[in-house]
């Protein structure tokens, strides 16, 4: 990881090294915490811009309102403090950067009663290129359908960016890595496509782009920003459900993330998707994708917010 300067914690700015927590933090100890990722892109005059920082921001605080997290700032306070971290860590970016705003139990009372310990805040921003490499962006990758199912809506919270919710990302990504793939295809407790472990999913059959509903799957801000570009080039888009073997025989598909961005999927389960190279409707959506974030679409320039 490369280290910028500063870290934003509970309303200062400290130095890297310093954004530290104490080894009875509850959060470590319990799991309810909750978090986003945003990115900003070197973009027009060569100046950063968040992308979709209102709606990232407005998505954590929800996350703390499931969670039953009382979250000390507002969305206007953590917006300007993302904004005042960019700022300050300007001069350690070269690439693109990625936001992590974390709002997590802190010191002073374990046991199960989250009301007790305090609510602390901190943001973190560092240079992160492609999540799954270059290439990945630019070939696709290798997946595998997960043994392990999506968080059951039974007893998970998937709407929050709960960290607790991670754990069945991790087990999930593992396995595929092991199994020598690059990312799992995580299917709900039903056997209908879900999610990726950090990333929603979009198939293409027939010139029809489509992706699965939400109710397994976080409400994505980047599968929401292909729904709006796909939509504005004339390409249909169908939400409903998806099931393993018509994956198998989709035409193309892609995973989509803040940190994941467009990233084709070759083959699922050792079956070529398509014929196994990155599909026409695949690569005329990354690339006004990152037009967009990048600063060159002005239809879509109102989703940035640019550092100055
Ligand atoms: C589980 C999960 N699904 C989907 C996504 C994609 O969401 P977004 O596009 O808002 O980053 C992410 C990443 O944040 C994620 O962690």
Redesign the pocket.
Known sequence: MKEAKYIWKDGQLVEWKNATVHILTHTLHYGNGVFE?TRAYKGKNSKFAIFRLQD?TK?LIDSCKITALKCPYTQEQLEQAQIELLRANLDSFDGNVYIRPLVYLGYGAMGMDLRKPPVNVAIAAWEWGAYLGEDAINNGIKVKTSSFARNSVKSTLNKA?AVS??LN?QMAKYEALECGFEEALMLDENGFVA??????VFIVRNGVLITPPHDY??E????DTVVQIAKDMGISVVERRITRDEFYIADEAFF????AEITPIASLDFRNIGNGQVGEMTKALQKRFFDIVQGRDEKFDHFLTYID
């Open positions: 990722g990232h998505r960016k919710n991670y990302s999610e990726g472990s950090a990333e929603c799957a976080l994505s801000i980047t599968q989509t993330g803040t940190a």
